[in-house]
C-alpha cells in the first residue's frame, strides 16, 4: 500500500467528524491540482480520473448533509456542491484550466471555513462559531 495512503486512512480513523469534512476537501483539491498536471501533460485518461475522483468526493460531501439539523448552512453547502460538479463537468468537457483552477480555489475558500470552524470548537466558549456562515454567505452565486 501507498505510505500516503496509510498516512490517510490513519489521520482519517482517529479524526473527528468536522476534520472529516476537512480531509474530503483536502482529497478534492489534491485531486485537482493533479487533474491540472495531468492536463499540462495532455494525460486525458488521468485527467478524467481525477476530475472524476473530485467529483466523487463532493458528491460524498453533499449526500452527508443533514438539511433538517442544519438549516441554511446545509441549504447554502448543497447549493455550493451542486454549483462545483457543474463546474468541474464544465471544465473536464472544455479540457478548461482555468476552470478547474476556479473550482479548485472555490474548494480552498470553503475548506479554510470549516478549518476555523474546528479551531474555534477547541477554542473558549466565548468565541461564537460562525466562520462557515460568514464565508458561504459572502457568495451570493451559491446561493438559487
Known sequence: MDARLSYRAAAAQGASPLRRVILLYDQAISDLQSALSALARGDIEGRTRLINHALSVIGCLQATLNKDQGGQVADNLDRFYGQM????????????????????????????????????????????????????????????
Open 85 to 144: 460538479r457543474a463546474g468541474l463537468l464544465r471544465a473536464q468537457m472544455r479540457q478548461s484550466e482555468a476552470g478547474i483552477r476556479r473550482q479548485m480555489a472555490d474548494l480552498i475558500k470553503v475548506r479554510e471555513a470549516w478549518d476555523q470552524i474546528e479551531r474555534l470548537q477547541t477554542a473558549p466558549a466565548s468565541q461564537p462559531a460562525t466562520a462557515i456562515e460568514r464565508g458561504l454567505s459572502s457568495r451570493a452565486e451559491w446561493r438559487a
